[in-house]
């Protein structure tokens, strides 16, 4: 699950919601960050107009960044941003230097040491108004080297007889990827994630991107920007979404099957034996009237009381320990062949197991709970990813977050669509699931649900930024619990076709 999809949440300060012009809901994430500066030199003296800033660090972090190694794998963000700590204070100067004599737009820099890892997994697409100013050399709004695309690109010896060849190969490779780099729903799917994965791209590119070339394979993926190949990364091309593969809902499906769930809506009264409760809501009902009490429109969250029995948590908690719990991890950045590297992040500390077909789906007591998730979300199975198991201890916690993944986007998989967390233990104290821009907090109560949407009602594959949350730190006891995330689409197909 992505730390806001950034692994930013403790940088997060608010979502810019309006309305746009055929009434639909319009957010882009908000950062804080109590250093932000301006580093353009001030003009409002005329006698300092040979100054600029002193080299200096710019980050308190940048001595403990650089001693990583982050200079090199970083210089986004380094180079400029921690100038001191990496010796670049050349560099530094001559940026300032052309900004003030007009033969230089000054640093091409990036303003978060994160920017490079959320450029990759495509928020500069997703979360433009953000982006494009804080991480602007991150997202190709300046250009300074071949490192903004992957590994920095080196020559060979100048005697060497592609020298001239590879160096055309750069040349080219920088405007086509400048191009990449300009939105557009194609653009927009690829260009974070079309990168030279080695620093001899360019050399190889002289003659071996050609289909018939043994090496062919490898080249298009991994060096895509040298051999301009970036539009063959489209995983929509790879998988596709099949007939019959359809959304599991239509516009005002989810508010319909809330209203079933909340209000008896179908008069079945299938769902009252959970005593189902709404902390969130719309104002306004499905056919236009208002609902009863509701003073804030809000997203659906509702709590299913006795969702599980105490026969069904024992067996899910042993499930946890058969299999191991381990530091839980969010999806990190995308490789141009389409998987993704895992990020153990500080601002999640919780432990988790993976409860798959044989442990759980297929388990006589688990089992059903897997199948009443499927019936009272009105999917299949299929559309469930397997069950994730969690054990949080005094202390751990997992900061704000959402758990719509972008890039699904779009994919047979579908996006995360609804979130049903199974609590599977009373909590002594703390642990509590919290909605902070809702002010809803939810305490765990052992066999109760919560169920909330990811997506907006009138377009369910589109995120929902009000049900950003948070697991709060455990402080006495431990807590068990259960994630299951209901997707858009056949899950469990895709993810067999390597298509989730």
């Given amino acids: 699950m992505l730390l806001l999809a950034v692994n930013a949440a403790d940088q997060v300060e608010d979502h810019i919601c309006s309305e746009g012009p055929d009434g639909e809901q319009i957010c882009e994430t908000v950062y804080s960050k109590s250093d932000i500066y301006d580093n353009t030199p001030d003009s409002g003296d005329e006698d300092d107009d040979d100054e600029w800033p002193e080299c200096m660090d710019m980050d308190e972090e940048c001595d403990a960044l650089a001693d990583k190694g982050e200079c090199e794998n970083n210089p986004g963000f380094m180079k400029y941003e921690c100038a001191e700590s990496c010796g670049t204070c050349d560099d530094f100067d001559a940026a300032y230097e052309a900004l003030n004599d007009g033969s230089g737009d000054g640093p091409c820099t990036d303003k978060y040491v994160e920017c490079k890892n959320w450029a990759a997994m495509g928020e500069c697409s997703f979360n433009p108004g953000f982006m494009e100013v804080e991480c602007e050399r991150s997202c190709m709004g300046c250009f300074e080297d071949t490192n903004q695309f992957g590994v920095h690109q080196e020559l060979p010896d100048d005697d060497n007889e592609d020298y001239e060849a590879t160096k055309e190969i750069i040349q080219n490779t920088i405007e086509y990827m400048k191009r990449i780099w300009i939105s557009s729903p194609e653009n927009n799917r690829i260009s974070y994630k079309c990168r030279n994965m080695n620093e001899e791209c360019s050399y190889w590119a002289v003659d071996q ?73 719309p104002k306004m009902k499905k056919d236009g009237t208002p609902a009863p009490g509701v003073e804030e429109d809000g997203p659906w969250m509702v709590v299913l009381d006795n969702f599980i029995t105490d026969e069904e948590i024992e067996a899910m908690i042993a499930a946890g320990h058969k299999k191991g719990y381990a530091r839980s991890s969010d999806v990190g950045v995308e490789n141009p062949d389409g998987t993704h590297e895992e990020d153990v992040s500080d601002g999640r500390t919780s432990e988790n197991s993976w409860c798959d077909d044989e442990l759980c789906d297929k388990d006589p007591v688990i089992g059903p709970v897997v199948k009443r998730i499927a019936k009272v979300t009105e999917t299949t199975v299929g559309h469930s990813e397997y069950l994730q198991l969690l054990r949080y201890e005094p202390g751990q916690f997992y900061e704000k977050h959402h758990d719509y993944i972008e890039y699904q986007q779009g994919l047979p998989c579908g996006v995360r669509m609804l979130t049903l967390f199974l609590y599977l233990n009373d909590v002594e104290e703390g642990g509590g699931t919290n909605f902070p821009l809702l002010d809803i907090t939810v305490q765990p109560k052992k066999g109760s649900a919560l169920l909330w949407p990811s997506v907006l009602d009138e377009d369910i594959e589109t995120k929902d930024f009000r049900t950003d949350h948070e697991a709060l730190p455990v402080i006495k006891g431990i807590k068990f619990g259960a994630n299951a995330w209901v997707h858009t689409r056949d899950y469990k197909k895709a993810e067999e076709n390597e298509c989730a």
């Fill in 209 to 281: 991107c050609g289909d018939e070339h043994e090496s062919a394979e490898y080249m298009e993926s991994n060096c895509a920007p040298a051999c301009q190949k970036c539009h063959m990364l489209d995983r929509a091309l790879t998988c596709p979404i099949e007939e019959g593969n359809e959304l599991a809902f239509q516009p005002g499906g989810l508010n319909a099957l809330f209203e079933k769930i909340v209000d008896n809506a179908d008069g079945n009264g299938e769902y009252l034996k959970y005593t189902p409760k709404a902390l969130s809501r």
